[in-house]
C-alpha cells in the first residue's frame, strides 16, 4: 500500500505534520496510534536510503528497528516500543535502524506525543546518527542551565510548535497553545505584548505555571504605552524588531526611559521573576508583538544559548498569529459585506417577520445564504430566500444580483410567481457569474375570515414550513421544480396555500437542517419538531430558538432563516 492509499483508507490528512517535520535538522517520522508511519521528512528519507512511499502506512518497529548486528529487534527488548505504549516521551542511544540495501544506522533517538492538529492521538520520533551530525566546527562551551534541552528535544519542541501553533487560524487559541507550549518547560511566566492594527500595544496574556496549572493574571493585562524609537531598553527592542535580549531586575533599576519601561519594572516587581528573555514576534510583513518567558521558581537564569531556542519559537509564533489575523479579517469583511447586502424587513400591516443571519464558521464559506421581503405595487408582500452556490465573496457578490433582478423582474412584472423565477432563470445565465442557485420565491396577500394567501414557486430549495397556533406542522411541497442555472427551460409550477389566523410561516437555507453524516430528513425531521414545540412563543422567541435548536453544532455552512406570523383574527 503506498503512502497515499494509506492516509485515504485511514482519512489521514497530515499537511500541517509534514511540513512541520521539514523544519527539524534530523530525521523525523509520525506515527499513529497502530505504531503505523503517518508523515515523515526528507531528512529520515536520506538518512534511512528510502522514500516517502516506502515508509507511509509501514509499521515502524516492523520495518525499522534492528539490533548491532541487523537483525530483527524482538519488541520485548524495544525501548523505543515500550515508551511509545506507555504514551510518555523518552530518548535513548546506540539504537539500530534498518536502511534499504540491508544495512544498520547507527541512531540516538527522542520520542515525544504529537498533537497533528485533529484530535488524534500520534507519536513524533526524531532521530539522528553520530555519521551524519547536524552541523560541524567547534562549538563554544554552552552556559549553565537547569532546564538545559538536548538538541533532540530542541527539534522536538520545535516541530511541536508548528504544528500546534499553525493548526488553528484563532488568535486567541493560538496565545494559548504558545503558552502551553513554554510554560512550564521554558520558563515559569510568558507574557505576550501584541501591536494592534492602530500602533497600540496591549499586553495580552499574563499566565504563571503554579503547580500542574496554568493561572492567567487579568490584573498584569492591558494596554501598554506607546513603543519609543530609540530605547535600548529589551522590551522596546523587541517590539521594534531589533532584537531579543535578556532581562531582570536590575535592568529597570535605573531612572526609567519611558512608559513600556515603567510597566516592565511593575511586572519584574509584581511577578517575582529574577530572569526573563524577551524576543519579538515577528510576521512575514511586521514585527507583532513580544514574548517574555520568566523564571521565579527556577534558580538559574536564562542565559544567552537560550535566545535561539526561544526566538525560533517566537517566529514560529508570528506565522501563526499572522495568518490568523488575515483570516480574521477576511471573515470581517465578508461579514460586512453580507449584513449590508441583506435587507431591513418591511413593515406590513397585519404581519409580524423577523430574519436572522448567521456566518459559517470558516471564513471562506460566508457569502451565499439571503433573504429578502417588499412591498408590491398590487399591495400584496413578496418574500424570498434563496443560496447561490459557492461559499466565498464571489458567492456573495453573485447573490446580490441574483436579489436585486429579482426585485426588479416581481416589481415591474405583474405575473405569477412562476413567471418571475423564469425570467430571473434566464438572465442569470447570461448577464450573471453565478453558476446555479435555489430560491424560494412567493407573495402574501390578505384572503378572507382572518387568512391570509401564500402563491410561490420553489427552485431547488427546501421546502417552506407551515406551522399552526395549535402546534400542527407540514412542508409546503407543491409548487417545486428545478434550481435555478439548468438552462432546461422548463416551465416552473404555481402553488398557493391558505395560512390560518396565528400560523407562523418558515423559510430557511439548507445549513439550518444539514449536517455531515445525517439524512436531510433527519433535519427536516428536526426542524418540524421544534417549530411545533415553540409555535406558542413570541415571533422573536420562536425564531431565536428555532436557530439555536435546530442549528447542527457541526454546521460549516451559514444559515439564513426567515419567520412570518399571520395575526389571530
Known amino acids: 500500500m503506498t503512502g497515499s492509499e494509506y492516509r485515504e483508507v485511514h482519512g489521514l490528512s497530515v499537511p500541517t505534520a509534514s511540513a ?11 506515527v499513529d496510534e497502530q505504531g503505523c508511519i503517518i508523515a515523515v521528512n526528507a531528512r529520515a528519507e536520506g538518512l534511512l536510503d528510502r522514500p516517502a512511499a516506502e515508509l507511509l502506512g509501514q509499521d515502524a518497529h516492523d520495518l525499522l528497528h534492528r539490533d548491532a548486528q541487523g537483525q530483527q529487534l524482538p519488541r520485548i527488548r524495544c525501548a523505543m516500543r515500550q515508551a511509545f505504549h506507555a504514551g510518555y516521551p523518552a530518548q535513548g542511544g546506540e539504537d539500530h535502524f534498518a536502511r534499504a540495501d540491508g544495512s544498520v544506522l547507527p541512531i540516538s533517538w527522542l520520542i515525544t506525543p504529537y498533537d497533528i492538529g485533529d484530535g488524534r492521538a500520534a507519536t513524533l520520533v526524531v532521530f539522528h546518527t553520530p555519521e551524519h551530525p547536524r552541523d560541524t566546527g567547534p562549538r563554544p562551551e554552552p552556559e549553565p542551565t537547569v532546564r538545559s534541552l538536548s538538541e533532540l528535544q530542541r527539534l522536538a519542541l520545535l516541530a511541536e510548535t508548528t504544528a500546534q501553533l499553525t493548526s488553528t487560524l484563532d488568535v486567541d487559541e493560538a496565545m494559548r ?6 510554560v512550564p518547560r521554558l520558563a515559569d511566566w510568558a507574557i505576550i505584548d501584541l501591536i494592534t492594527e492602530r500602533d497600540e500595544v496591549w499586553r495580552t ?20 504605552p506607546p513603543i519609543p524609537e530609540e530605547s535600548p531598553m529589551p522590551l522596546s527592542r523587541a517590539l521594534r524588531g531589533v532584537s531579543s535580549t535578556l532581562a531582570g531586575p536590575q535592568t529597570y533599576q535605573g531612572t526609567p526611559d519611558s512608559g513600556i519601561a515603567v510597566e516592565q519594572g511593575r511586572l519584574f516587581h509584581a511577578t517575582g521573576m529574577h530572569s526573563a528573555a524577551i524576543a519579538p514576534i515577528r510576521g512575514p510583513r511586521a514585527v507583532l508583538g513580544a514574548l517574555t518567558l520568566g523564571r521565579t521558581e527556577t534558580p538559574a537564569a536564562f542565559a544567552s544559548t537560550d535566545l535561539p531556542l526561544i526566538e525560533d519559537i517566537a517566529r514560529r509564533a508570528g506565522l501563526a498569529l499572522d495568518n490568523a489575523r488575515l483570516y480574521q479579517r477576511q471573515r470581517k469583511v465578508a461579514e460586512t459585506m453580507q449584513n449590508h447586502l441583506l435587507p431591513q424587513m418591511p413593515g406590513v400591516q397585519g404581519l409580524e417577520m423577523n430574519v436572522r443571519y448567521l456566518p459559517a464558521p470558516d471564513a471562506s464559506h460566508v457569502g451565499g445564504d439571503w433573504y429578502d421581503a417588499f412591498p408590491l405595487p398590487d399591495t400584496s408582500t413578496a418574500l424570498a430566500i434563496g443560496d447561490v452556490v459557492g461559499h466565498d465573496l464571489e458567492a456573495a457578490a453573485g447573490m446580490a444580483q441574483v436579489r436585486n433582478m429579482l426585485r426588479a423582474y416581481a416589481w415591474s412584472q405583474h405575473e405569477p410567481p412562476s413567471r418571475v423565477v423564469e425570467r430571473l432563470d434566464e438572465a442569470i445565465q447570461h448577464i450573471t457569474d453565478v453558476a446555479m442557485a435555489t430560491i424560494v420565491f412567493g407573495r402574501i396577500e390578505a384572503a378572507h375570515d382572518g387568512h391570509w394567501q401564500l402563491s410561490w414557486t420553489n ?9 399552526s397556533r395549535d402546534g400542527l406542522a407540514s412542508y409546503l411541497t407543491d409548487g417545486h421544480g428545478i434550481l435555478l442555472g439548468t438552462q432546461t427551460g422548463l416551465r416552473r409550477p404555481d402553488a398557493t396555500a391558505l395560512l390560518p389566523p396565528g400560523s407562523t410561516l418558515v423559510l430557511y437555507t439548507d445549513g439550518l437542517i444539514e449536517a455531515p453524516g445525517q439524512s436531510l430528513d433527519t433535519g427536516l425531521n428536526r426542524l418540524r419538531q421544534y417549530a411545533a414545540a415553540l409555535a406558542h412563543r413570541p415571533l422573536t422567541s420562536f425564531t431565536d430558538q428555532l436557530l439555536r435548536q435546530v442549528r447542527p453544532a457541526d454546521n460549516d455552512d451559514d444559515v439564513a432563516l426567515l419567520t412570518l406570523r399571520v395575526p389571530e383574527s
Open 20 to 30: 512541520a517535520l521539514e523544519a527539524i535538522g534530523a530525521g523525523a517520522y509520525v
Open 177 to 182: 497553545r504558545l503558552v502551553a507550549l513554554v
Open 205 to 224: 496574556v499574563v499566565v504563571h505555571a503554579e503547580g500542574g496549572t496554568l493561572v492567567r493574571h487579568e490584573e498584569l493585562q492591558g494596554p501598554m
Open 459 to 467: 427552485a431547488g430549495h427546501p421546502p417552506p414550513l407551515l406551522v
